[in-house]
C-alpha cells in the first residue's frame, strides 16, 4: 500500500519536472516605451479662428466631371481594387489566427497490406499462426487541441486583427489620395479652360490691333512696321494656346490611369460645362486630429499594436504548451468485421512540451520581435510628424497662394484697364500706337497668370484637404447617391 503515493509523486514529478525546467528559462517581454509623440496646441500657419469652412468644401464637388470621374474611379479603380485585396487577405490570416485556437478535427479511412517474415516470430511463425500477409481496414477521426495556457495563440489573434486595422487604414489612404488626385486633375483642366479664354481675349485685341495697323498703313499714315509688330502680337497668342494641348493630352492621360476608363469617356467627362471652384475658406482643425482623422497614421498605429502582440506572442514561446488529443476509430482484418464492436479502437493522449536548452533561439525570436516593435513605433513617430508637417505646409500653401491669387487678379486689372485706356486715348488721338502696342503687350498673359494662380489656390485647398486626412466617407456617399 505504501508504494501507491510513492507511484503518484514520480508521476506528478514527472509531468511538473518539464514545467520547472521551462519556467527557469522564461523570461518576460521586454519593455519598449511608445508615449504618443506630443503635438503643438495648434498650427503656426493657422487660419482665423472664425473660420467654420467644412473640409469636403475643399475640393471641386459642384463640379460635374470631378463627380463623374470620381464615381467611375470609385467603382473600378484598380489601386482600390488591390486594397480591398488586402485587406481580404488580413482577413483571412485573421481568421486563420483564430481557428488556431480550437480544436482540429480530422477524418481519415485507410487499406493497409502488410508482408513480414514470419521466421521472426520463432516456432510460432514457422508453425503457420502468424499469417505472413494481412490486410487491414481502418476509419480514423482525430482531434487535437492546444490549451494555449499562457495566450500565445491568442496574442498572434490580436495582431492578425490589427493588421486588418492597418490594411483598412492603408485602403483609406488610397481612396484619398485617389480622390485628391482626380481633383487636381480636374482643377488643371479647369485651369486650361480659364486660360485658354485668357489668351483668345488677348488674341482678338491683338488681332483688332492689326486690323487697324493695317487700315493705317494702307491709308498711308502709318509704317508698316506697326502691322508687323501687332501681327506677331497676334502669333505669340496663337503659339499659347496651341501650347495647352499638350497639357490637355498629359491630363487626359493621367485620369485614364486613376479612373480606369477610356480616354473618350474621359474626355466627354471633362467637356461638360464647369469653371473654375471659388476658393474656399481653410477651415480650423487641431493638430491632435491628424491621430485620428489621417489614415497612414491610424495604419502606422496599427501597425504597432501587431508588432506590440508578435512580441508578446514570441515572449510565450517560453512557456510549456499543453497539447490535447484524441483518435477514435475502427480497425477490423475483414471488410465485413469494420462495423463490430470489437473493431471499435481509440486513445487518449496529453502532452507538455517547452524548451529547455534551445541555445537562444527563442531569445534570438524575441530580440527580433522587440526590434520589429521599436521600427514600428519609429515609423509611427515619422507618420505622426509627417502628417503634422503636410498639414502646416498645406495651411502656408493656402495662405500664400490666395495672396499671390489677390495680386495676380489685381495685376490683371490693372493692365487691362490701362490697354483700354491706351486705345481710347490713341482713338482720340492722345497717344501713338506705339504706346498702345506696348500697353497691349504688359496686358498680355496677364488674365493667363490670374487664371493659374487661382488654380494653384485650388490645389493647395486640395493638399490641405489630403493633409488633414480628407473626408471621403461623406463625400463617397455623395458621389454614389448623385
Same mark, same amino acid.
Given at each position: 500500500?505504501?508504494?501507491?503515493?510513492?507511484?503518484?509523486?514520480?508521476?506528478?514529478?514527472?509531468?511538473?519536472?518539464?514545467?520547472?525546467?521551462?519556467?527557469?528559462a522564461?523570461?518576460?517581454?521586454?519593455?519598449?516605451?511608445?508615449?504618443?509623440?506630443?503635438?503643438?496646441?495648434?498650427?503656426?500657419?493657422?487660419?482665423?479662428?472664425?473660420? =467654420?469652412?467644412?473640409?469636403?468644401?475643399?475640393?471641386?464637388?459642384q463640379?460635374?466631371?470631378?463627380?463623374?470621374?470620381?464615381?467611375t474611379?470609385?467603382?473600378?479603380?484598380?489601386?482600390?481594387?488591390?486594397?480591398?485585396?488586402?485587406?481580404?487577405?488580413?482577413?483571412?490570416?485573421?481568421?486563420?489566427?483564430?481557428?488556431e485556437?480550437?480544436?482540429?478535427?480530422?477524418?481519415?479511412?485507410?487499406?493497409?497490406?502488410?508482408?513480414?517474415?514470419?521466421?521472426?516470430?520463432?516456432?510460432?511463425?514457422?508453425?503457420?499462426?502468424?499469417?505472413?500477409?494481412?490486410?487491414?481496414?481502418?476509419?480514423?477521426?482525430?482531434?487535437?487541441?492546444?490549451?494555449?495556457?499562457?495566450?500565445r495563440?491568442?496574442?498572434q489573434?490580436?495582431?492578425?486583427?490589427a493588421?486588418?486595422?492597418?490594411?483598412?487604414?492603408?485602403?483609406?489612404?488610397?481612396?484619398?489620395?485617389?480622390?485628391?488626385?482626380?481633383?487636381?486633375?480636374?482643377?488643371?483642366?479647369?485651369?486650361?479652360?480659364?486660360?485658354?479664354?485668357?489668351?483668345?481675349?488677348?488674341l482678338?485685341?491683338?488681332?483688332?490691333?492689326?486690323?487697324?495697323?493695317?487700315?493705317?498703313?494702307?491709308?498711308?499714315?502709318?509704317? =508698316?512696321f506697326?502691322r508687323?509688330?501687332?501681327?506677331?502680337?497676334?502669333?505669340?497668342?496663337?503659339?499659347?494656346?496651341?501650347?495647352?494641348?499638350?497639357?490637355?493630352?498629359r491630363?487626359?492621360g493621367?485620369?485614364?490611369?486613376?479612373?480606369?476608363?477610356?480616354?473618350?469617356?474621359?474626355?466627354?467627362?471633362?467637356?461638360?460645362?464647369?469653371?473654375?471652384?471659388?476658393? !474656399?475658406?481653410?477651415?480650423?482643425?487641431?493638430?491632435?486630429?491628424?491621430?485620428?482623422?489621417?489614415?497612414?497614421?491610424?495604419?502606422?498605429?496599427?501597425?504597432?499594436?501587431?508588432?506590440?502582440?508578435?512580441?508578446?506572442a514570441?515572449?510565450?514561446?517560453?512557456?510549456?504548451?499543453?497539447?490535447?488529443?484524441?483518435?477514435?476509430?475502427l480497425?477490423?482484418?475483414d471488410?465485413?468485421?469494420?462495423?463490430?464492436?470489437?473493431?471499435?479502437v481509440?486513445?487518449?493522449?496529453?502532452?507538455?512540451?517547452?524548451?529547455?536548452?534551445?541555445? =537562444?533561439?527563442?531569445?534570438? !525570436?524575441?530580440?527580433?520581435?522587440?526590434?520589429?516593435?521599436? /521600427?514600428?513605433?519609429?515609423?509611427?513617430?515619422? /507618420?505622426?510628424?509627417?502628417?503634422?508637417?503636410?498639414?502646416?505646409?498645406?495651411?502656408?500653401?493656402?495662405?500664400?497662394?490666395?495672396?499671390?491669387?489677390?495680386?495676380?487678379?489685381?495685376?490683371?486689372?490693372?493692365?487691362?484697364?490701362?490697354?483700354a485706356?491706351?486705345?481710347?486715348?490713341?482713338?482720340?488721338?492722345?497717344?501713338?500706337?506705339?504706346?498702345v502696342?506696348?500697353?497691349?503687350?504688359?496686358?498680355?498673359?496677364?488674365?493667363?497668370?490670374a487664371?493659374?494662380?487661382?488654380?494653384?489656390?485650388?490645389?493647395?485647398?486640395?493638399?490641405?484637404?489630403?493633409?488633414?486626412?480628407?473626408?471621403?466617407?461623406s463625400?463617397?456617399?455623395?458621389? !454614389?447617391?448623385?
Open positions: 500500500m505504501p508504494r501507491a503515493p510513492s507511484r503518484l509523486r514520480a508521476k506528478t514529478a514527472a509531468v511538473l519536472l518539464p514545467l520547472a525546467l521551462a519556467a527557469c522564461m523570461q518576460p517581454a521586454p519593455e519598449i516605451a511608445t508615449p504618443t509623440p506630443d503635438l503643438p496646441e495648434s498650427f503656426f500657419y493657422r487660419p482665423d479662428a472664425a473660420s =467654420g469652412a467644412a473640409l469636403a468644401g475643399l475640393l471641386p464637388q463640379d460635374p466631371a470631378f463627380r463623374a470621374l470620381s464615381t474611379a470609385l467603382a473600378a479603380s484598380p489601386t482600390l481594387a488591390e486594397a480591398a485585396a488586402r485587406i481580404e487577405n488580413a482577413r483571412a490570416g485573421a481568421r486563420r489566427a483564430g481557428a485556437r480550437l480544436p482540429n478535427v480530422t477524418a481519415d479511412a485507410n487499406v493497409k497490406r502488410n508482408r513480414i517474415n514470419t521466421a521472426q516470430f520463432g516456432q510460432a511463425g514457422q508453425s503457420g499462426f502468424i499469417p505472413a500477409e494481412q490486410t487491414s481496414y481502418g476509419a480514423n477521426l482525430t482531434a487535437s487541441w492546444d490549451a494555449d495556457i499562457f495566450g495563440l491568442k496574442a489573434e490580436r495582431a492578425a486583427r493588421r486588418i486595422d492597418a490594411a483598412s487604414a492603408q485602403a483609406r489612404g488610397v481612396r484619398i489620395a485617389l480622390l485628391a488626385e482626380i481633383a487636381a486633375s480636374v482643377t488643371d483642366w479647369r485651369v486650361l479652360d480659364a486660360r485658354a479664354a485668357a489668351i483668345q481675349a488677348d482678338a485685341a491683338a488681332d483688332r490691333l492689326a486690323e487697324l495697323a493695317g487700315v493705317r498703313e494702307k491709308a498711308g499714315i502709318a509704317p =508698316g506697326d508687323v509688330r501687332a501681327e506677331a502680337a497676334a502669333s505669340a497668342s496663337r503659339a499659347r494656346l496651341v501650347a495647352l494641348a499638350s497639357d490637355r493630352a491630363i487626359v493621367r485620369l485614364v490611369t486613376l479612373t480606369a476608363s477610356d480616354a473618350a469617356s474621359v474626355s466627354a467627362a471633362l467637356a461638360g460645362t464647369g469653371t473654375l471652384a471659388e476658393a !474656399q475658406p481653410a477651415p480650423a482643425a487641431l493638430p491632435s486630429e491628424l491621430l485620428a482623422n489621417r489614415p497612414d497614421v491610424a495604419a502606422a498605429a496599427a501597425s504597432l499594436a501587431a508588432s506590440d502582440a508578435d512580441l508578446a514570441a515572449a510565450r514561446a517560453r512557456f510549456p504548451r499543453l497539447t490535447l488529443s484524441g483518435v477514435l476509430g480497425l477490423a482484418f471488410p465485413a468485421n469494420l462495423f463490430d464492436s470489437n473493431s471499435v481509440g486513445s487518449l493522449a496529453a502532452g507538455v512540451a517547452g524548451p529547455l536548452l534551445d541555445f =537562444g533561439r527563442v531569445g534570438a !525570436q524575441i530580440d527580433a520581435a522587440a526590434a520589429d516593435k521599436r /521600427a514600428a513605433f519609429a515609423a509611427y513617430r515619422g /507618420a505622426v510628424f509627417q502628417a503634422l508637417g503636410d498639414a502646416e505646409a498645406a495651411y502656408g500653401l493656402v495662405a500664400a497662394a490666395d495672396t499671390e491669387a489677390e495680386a495676380a487678379i489685381s495685376e490683371r486689372d490693372q493692365l487691362q484697364r490701362a490697354a485706356l491706351a486705345d481710347t486715348r490713341f482713338r482720340a488721338g492722345l497717344a501713338s500706337f506705339l504706346e502696342l506696348e500697353a497691349r503687350r504688359a496686358a498680355d498673359a496677364s488674365g493667363e497668370r487664371a493659374a494662380a487661382l488654380g494653384r489656390a485650388a490645389r493647395a485647398r486640395i493638399l490641405l484637404w489630403q493633409a488633414l486626412g480628407g473626408g471621403n466617407e463625400l463617397g456617399a455623395a458621389l !454614389q447617391q448623385s
